[in-house]
């Protein structure tokens, strides 16, 4: 009865599937042009660098539950042939280790794309945000390394601390948190003439999560304003995930991400999006 019921999901998976890959590959052509530069773009020979939007999963280990080790794998992505040949995809990798009061989480996060033979995008983000809780509060401390060709970043160093609430929270593993945090950002941009930024940056997450049978939604959204100009420096990014679980510890995974930056590298697109479908395995408490 199992083995009948998973192979009915999976039929049904199958099909949905093929019909979000079509939407998919239409929405990944260019993941960098959902919006075209305008005249608050910098030149990059002007006196101040641009920055470059954080990927949505940088918050995505923030709020891992429960006792002992957890760790979490999704691999997403497309490929079309014929007169546009594209390719992309995405890996992201969480794990945790718990003990009493304290959490111990880390994340790496891949993609990687292609279009008619050209680079468009490559992406690599490690994590790191350990955690002491009390009831529904945590005290965080982060760490952070980020590399995108698509951004136009050779690399950025980030390091910070915060604090989070949750909300709500209910049997079914729904949830709802908020969480704020102050970082120190370096971001070594990669274009001529070099570029160098170092700025504080608040982070403030809102996490939503629902669980109804063997569907699982989950929305995180942030807003990452300079300290010392909030109002003409900031990002926001959103990541949206409808994950169907199949079979015990995997699930099919809808995804799209979406980041806005005020001020781009020159060339650069301000708003970037992405939709894709994957798979995600789980394991551990």
Not at 8 to 29: I, S
Not at 43 to 72: H, K, M, W
Not at 204 to 212: P, Q
Request: no cysteine; hydrophobic share 35%; net charge positive.
């Amino acid at each position: 009865m199992t083995q009948r019921l998973f192979f009915r999901h999976l039929a049904g998976l199958l099909g949905l599937l093929f019909l979000f890959a079509g939407q998919a590959a239409r929405a990944q052509t260019d993941s960098t042009a959902t919006d075209s530069p305008d005249s608050t773009v910098v030149n990059s020979s002007g006196l101040t660098p641009p920055p470059a939007g954080l990927p949505s999963s940088e918050f995505e280990t923030y709020n891992i539950d429960g006792t002992g080790v957890r760790y979490t794998a999704a691999l997403t992505g497309l490929l079309t042939t014929g007169t546009v040949e594209r390719a992309y995809f995405n890996t992201s990798h969480t794990g945790s280790f718990a003990v009493k009061h304290w959490q111990f989480p880390a994340a790496a996060s891949y993609s990687y794309g292609r279009q008619s033979g050209s680079l468009r995008e490559r992406e690599l983000l490690l994590l790191a945000t350990p955690d002491y809780r009390i009831g529904k509060w945590k005290f965080y401390s982060l760490g952070e390394l980020e590399t995108s060709n698509l951004r136009a970043i050779d690399r950025r160093v980030i390091v910070g601390g915060g604090v989070g609430y949750q909300v709500y929270a209910d049997t079914t593993n729904s949830e709802v948190a908020l969480s704020t945090f102050l970082l120190d950002e370096n971001t070594y941009y990669d274009i001529e003439p070099a570029l160098h930024r170092h700025l504080a940056r608040n982070s403030t997450r809102l996490k939503l999560r629902l669980n109804r049978g063997v569907f699982n939604v989950s929305e995180l959204l942030f807003y990452q304003p300079a300290v010392r100009d909030p109002g003409g420096d900031y990002r926001l990014n959103s990541s949206t995930v409808v994950a169907f679980k199949i079979y015990q510890h995997l699930a099919l995974n809808l995804a799209y991400t979406f980041s806005y930056e005020s001020v781009v590298v020159q060339e650069r697109s301000r708003a970037n999006g992405t939709l894709s479908v994957g798979f995600a395995y789980s394991s551990g408490k």
